[in-house]
T-cell receptor, first 110, second 113 residues
Framework: NAGVTQTPKFQVLKTGQSMTLQCAQD?????MYWYRQDPGMGLRLIYY???????DKGEVPNGYNVSRLNKREFSLRLESAAPSQTSVYFC?????????FGAGTRLSVL | AQTVTQSQPEMSVQEAETVTLSCTYD???????LFWYKQPPSRQMILVIR??????QNATENRFSVNFQKAAKSFSLKISDSQLGDAAMYFC??????????FGQGTRLTINP
């Protein structure tokens, strides 16, 4: 079972470049989430999607956009990357109050 | 806003001994879940155990158990017979609405052989 799949696993960007982080889940979950994890900290919510066609801001949404493409896929876009966005990004989906996480994407912005 | 506090940035324990990681949270809800996640060096977030607040019985999963004190808003994780593979960051988490999670800052657990 694939579960939650994130691509890419690693990415290096220059300041001002754009990129999209991809996330897909094969568990037929309605809710999906994007978190970021900075060194020495827990995960903080960027955006979430309670169901297909809906998205909402989390704790740290500035500088990001999301798209819930369909029930399976939830992408996170950085339009103009900044060094402050250097972090590890996790996608998750939820069923029965349990969140299942992808393996994470390590992003460095130089 | 809901907050989750882990007051122990680092803990260490001898292999085969028992260790307890602390977590406190703030909520006005009466029915909710609480979670402990493990994050090994691979970065993968792994659910260790969850507790339903309306259940008085503390959750147990093999060597992992919780001490849930609802009135005190305390949710500690006990690891018995510690193994080298238990070394990781441990995060306490509480649902902040819409099933999204609010995480504590984590406790880094080291197992000494």
């Amino acid at each position: 079972n694939a579960g939650v799949t994130q691509t890419p696993k690693f990415q290096v960007l220059k300041t001002g470049q754009s990129m999209t982080l991809q996330c897909a889940q094969d568990m037929n979950h309605n809710s999906m989430y994007w978190y970021r994890q900075d060194p020495g900290m827990g995960l903080r919510l960027i955006y979430y999607s309670a169901s297909e066609g809906t998205t909402d801001k989390g704790e740290v949404p500035n500088g990001y956009n999301v798209s819930r493409l369909n029930k399976r896929e939830f992408s996170l876009r950085l339009e103009s990357a900044a060094p402050s966005q250097t972090s590890v990004y996790f996608c998750a989906s939820t069923s029965k109050n349990i969140q299942y996480f992808g393996a994470g994407t390590r992003l460095s912005v130089l | 806003a809901q907050t989750v506090t882990q007051s122990q940035p680092e803990m260490s324990v001898q292999e085969a001994e028992t260790v307890t990681l602390s977590c406190t949270y703030d909520t006005s809800e009466s029915d909710y879940y609480l979670f402990w996640y493990k994050q090994p060096p691979s970065r993968q977030m792994i659910l260790v155990i969850r507790q339903e607040a309306y259940k008085q019985q503390n959750a147990t999963e093999n060597r992992f158990s919780v001490n849930f004190q609802k009135a005190a808003k305390s949710f500690s994780l006990k690891i018995s017979d510690s193994q080298l593979g238990d070394a990781a960051m441990y995060f306490c988490a509480y649902p902040g609405g819409a099933q999204k999670l609010v995480f504590g800052q984590g406790t880094r657990l080291t197992i000494n052989p």
